[in-house]
């Protein structure tokens, strides 16, 4: 008979084989082509909108490979959009922030690592005595009987 720590080892062995198989049986991923298209649209889009009366109603062109500024809202015009961003970049967390929150949670992530990273068995035994008579199944005048789970 083999000593438990060689049948560890033969086990630990043949995972180590089952997960180098795997990673050489693996399929032949090659990524799609690239679209050949220029556009997004089937037939050119035109030079300018259809007008129209009222504010705001006035034709726009279509401008293709114009820069687009990093404050692009002010292109609008809107104060209050201008102060919705304004006050959604002040209370928007700072790099050293996000890098301090990426820290608590790989702290938290080995803390439970037990818990978290390696598998777990749970199992449970009980035993119970039952009787069942003839009157369950049918038949009452049938003898009772006793039986264990």
Sequence with gaps: MESSSLIVKKAFVLLLWIVAVGCVVGPDYRPPPA???QTYTEKPIPEETVSAPGVGGAAQRFVDGGD????WWTLFHSEALDRL???ALADSPTLAAAEAALRE????LRARAGTVI???VDGSL???RRKSSGASSGLPDEFSSTFSL
């Design 118 to 120: 390696y598998p777990s």
């Design 68 to 71: 687009i500024p990093a404050q």
């Design 105 to 108: 949670a790989r702290e938290n």
């Design 85 to 87: 961003i304004r006050r």
């Design 126 to 128: 009980s035993a119970a």
């Design 35 to 37: 679209p050949g298209v």
